[in-house]
């Protein structure tokens, strides 16, 4: 008996097989979005220093931690600290209302001072190495990606070796 080509159920296993490849490109995307969303952005030239009264903190991933600072005139501003840029020492959830200096490029931290104690310690000193550790991030974020995309495509080349030597038994 000849069999042509996507006869019977030929549909439906390409069908799953469109599903599947389908899956995986939506979740290689959000590995990759994950990967790009935990890196910092571009660091700007001007250190700037901002004091206030320390306001709320949230963890954004594993990678950056956000708190807000509430200026004189009461407006309020989001940091992010990255451990690229700062080590925190100390624990920031219970330092709500009290006066903090941070010292920062845009909203990256690189040094905050809660009552004259230093809580987040640089580990850069100037823009230059900031950015430079901006784009080993980014490196290493693509790095990630790059080992995602290859170590599910040999899973799925090995599952369809595997498919197509249970058939030929």
């Not at 069999?3 to 019977?8: S, V």
């Not at 001007?46 to 407006?75: I, N, R, W």
């Not at 690229?84 to 624990?91: D, F, P």
């Not at 009290?98 to 310690?121: D, P, T």
Request: proline share 2%.
């Amino acid at each position: 008996m000849n069999r042509t080509f996507l006869e019977g159920s030929d549909y439906r296993n390409l069908l799953f097989a469109a599903g599947g490849c389908f899956g995986v490109a939506v979740l290689l995307l959000a590995f990759y979005w994950w990967g790009y969303s935990s890196t910092p952005g571009q660091v700007e030239d001007q250190l700037l220093t901002t004091e206030g009264k320390f306001f709320a903190v949230s963890s954004d991933s594993q990678y950056s931690l956000s708190f807000l600072v509430e200026e004189s005139g009461g407006g309020l501003i989001k940091f992010v600290a990255l451990p690229a840029y700062t080590s925190i020492t100390k624990a920031l959830r219970y330092r709500r209302g009290e006066n903090v200096v941070v010292k920062h490029y845009g909203q990256l931290v690189v040094e905050c001072r809660f009552s004259g104690v230093e809580i987040c310690s640089p580990r850069c000193t100037d823009a230059s190495e900031c950015r430079m550790k901006s784009f080993e991030a980014q490196a290493s974020s693509l790095k990630r990606t790059i080992w995602t995309v290859l170590s599910v495509g040999v899973i799925l080349l090995l599952l369809f070796a595997y498919k197509n030597k249970a058939r030929a038994c």
